[in-house]
């Protein structure tokens, strides 16, 4: 009851507590503990991620080298350590743009209505025309192999979820007592738009964001995976299970160890999502 | 402000909703006729209280004259300046002039929001007081209309539904207006809290000589209240007039069977034989002539086929009612 009262106090989400509290733990548990994984990296790690050992090529895990090495005789543990922090950062990189992108557009779609929204959702219908795939590997071509661009193909593609979510949220809100209550009490659109609408709308769309992280990561991990994102050498877990599937036969330990973190850092996201949307009483 | 200038002039005003069901091959004409050439006066601190059945029009007649909904034609003065197509700075003058206190307590206020933040929002929004004295001024209003002044930092989830309605009212007064519309503001509380809120609605009136649109279906409450009545059927205004007349002497005869229709506290007194049965007609396909005629215990041939009769009577008591001037209704005694 603690909890419940300090977070209704701050952000005035009423919480319920049923099946959503054990997920909602399991879920922040993992992902704090991938952040500490990548905040204390270069402690953590055993050896340098990058350093090339050719006495020690494919090794299978032993004590010395608890998951092995890869063909160039690096260490997988620390390179899926030093992974975390590339990982993280796809995940959060790859929702935030795409959210605030698809917030603004859905809100203002669905608060002014008529023509507005005709347009913005005849924009959104044009993206949505293209495989998800195949407009964003375009984009990444375009702007050339990166993470940069792997982050700009991430928002021009995925703010639409975000912008369908809003708005539909926004044409019921709008019709509600106190929107109307705040347009009679003289407030500017902006104001009822994002102080008194927005609030309100958001709460399914922050649940929506936890599972899109962990399609946004399996994304990055593709794309990695293509040579399109991450650059070798540096640790990313699709990179590595890119490079590592020419060994499979004989070095199963290179992709099997990224390929693990992908699924429980994937796992976090996704617990998170379950709880919150539990918690919070918002049905995906 | 101009006293010869009544605060709030309707004429006119015709509010149309057109129709949604719009089908491959039958495109029929399905306007919503909400609100057919009312006109009205309001004067400086009058009370006046709009009653009717549900679907009547009178919600659409406090959000048009707000205008928080789209007018179809007419025109409304409030204090002598046209707001019925007025610019946006008139709009906004109107916003600063009037306010709204709705049916339901807790969804007129946002759930997300303290009631302490949502009246300190109106405050800064309209620069009614300087930042230093915010807390205060919050504290007062919420003094004014007899809440807790701790219970400023509650959410609305928190409150009882007279509470919040006692927040919606401070939240209404923190813009100090001239004229409140009241839209069933009491119709969701228990009878008790109702007393409650219409004893300080009184009391607001005296003290701050508001001008107020008090709009109900509850008649005993709008006795108690209101100066004036005026009495909406289907989208019009079917008699108008002081209250202690139109309840004692009720010229058009759906007044006349709303009033039967008040229930008594005394148990030996029979509810009247005549109710009124029915519901009213669909305000898609208005009957011809009068609106009132497929209802109404006196009607004649001469209801259906001559023209909508128009509000006529002496001493601003009217009545939409051909036959208002004969008196072949039984005066209740």
């Excluded at chain 2, 004014?144 to 409150?159: H, K, Q």
Aim: aromatic letters at 8%; a neutral charge; proline letters at 6%.
């Amino acid at each position: 009851m603690n909890i419940s009262r300090s977070v209704n106090a701050r952000f005035g989400w009423r919480l319920k507590f049923n099946s959503g509290v054990v997920p909602l733990i399991i879920g922040i548990s993992i992902l704090g503990g991938w952040l500490l994984v990548a905040i204390f990296a270069p402690l953590l790690a055993p050896y340098d991620p990058i350093f090339q050992d050719a006495a020690v090529r494919l090794k299978p895990p032993s004590m010395a080298h608890p998951f092995g090495t890869d063909n160039f005789g690096r260490d997988v543990l620390s390179r899926v350590i030093w992974g975390a922090r590339i990982d993280l950062q796809i995940a959060t990189f790859g929702v935030v743009f795409a959210f605030v992108i698809g917030t603004t557009v859905g809100s203002i779609a669905g608060y002014y209505g008529g023509w507005v929204d005709m347009v913005l959702m005849r924009l959104i219908d044009v993206v949505l025309a293209f495989p998800f795939l195949v407009l964003m590997l375009t984009i990444i071509v375009i702007l050339g192999p990166g993470l940069g661009s792997f982050y700009v193909a991430m928002a021009l593609v995925g703010w639409v979820s975000y912008a369908r979510l809003i708005r539909a949220q926004f044409l019921v809100l709008k019709n509600s007592d106190f929107a109307i209550a705040a347009v009679s009490l003289g407030y500017s659109h902006k104001r009822v738009m994002f102080r008194h609408l927005l609030p309100n709308a958001i709460l399914g769309s922050i649940v929506f964001s936890m599972s899109d992280a962990v399609l946004v990561l399996l994304n990055g991990a593709a794309i990695s995976y293509l040579g399109l994102g991450v650059q070798p050498p540096t640790a990313e877990w699709g990179t590595m299970i890119a490079e590592g599937q020419g060994f499979i036969t004989i070095g199963w330990w290179i992709t099997t160890f990224p390929g693990l973190a992908i699924v429980l850092l994937a796992m976090g996201f996704s617990m998170l999502a379950d709880g919150l949307g539990e918690i919070l009483g918002v049905r995906q | 402000m101009n006293s010869s200038v009544p605060l709030l002039e309707v004429n006119d005003l015709v509010v149309h909703f057109a129709g949604s069901t719009m089908g491959l091959f039958n495109r029929s004409d399905q306007t919503v006729k909400a609100l057919n050439s009312v006109s009205m006066t309001i004067r400086s601190g009058e009370t006046l209280g709009l009653v009717g059945e549900s679907g009547s029009g009178k919600s659409t007649f406090g959000r048009a004259i707000l205008r928080l909904g789209e007018l179809t034609s007419g025109s409304v003065l409030f204090d002598g300046v046209e707001v019925a197509n007025g610019t946006s700075g008139d709009i906004a003058w109107l916003r600063r002039e009037t306010a709204m206190v709705f049916q339901d307590p807790y969804g007129a206020l946002n759930p997300r929001m303290t009631v302490g933040d949502a009246i300190a929002e109106v405050l800064t929004v309209h620069n009614k007081i300087p930042t230093a004295k915010l807390n205060e001024r919050v504290q007062e209003l919420l003094a004014l209309v007899g809440m807790d002044t701790e219970l400023a930092s509650r959410r609305p989830a928190d409150l009882s539904g007279g509470q919040c309605q006692r927040v919606g009212i401070a939240r209404a007064l923190a813009i100090e207006p001239r004229l409140i519309v009241a839209d069933e503001c009491v119709a969701a509380l228990d009878v008790s809290i109702q007393g409650q809120i219409i004893n300080l609605l009184i009391e607001l009136r005296e003290k701050m000589k508001l001008s107020m649109i008090f709009i109900a279906h509850d008649l005993a409450i709008v006795r108690r209240l209101c100066d004036r009545v005026a009495v909406m059927y289907l989208g019009r205004i079917v008699e108008e007039g002081p209250t202690d007349r139109v309840f004692n002497a009720p010229c058009h005869p759906y007044t006349q069977s709303l009033i039967s229709a008040i229930p008594e506290i005394d148990p030996d007194k029979p509810l009247p034989e005549q109710l009124l049965g029915g519901e009213p007609p669909s305000p898609i396909s208005l009957p011809n002539g009068c609106a009132f005629h497929p209802r109404c215990p006196i009607a004649q041939d001469k209801c259906r086929d001559s023209p909508v009769p128009a509000l006529r009577g002496e001493d601003g008591h009217l009545s939409a009612c051909i036959f208002s001037s004969e008196s072949i209704f039984p005066q209740p005694t």
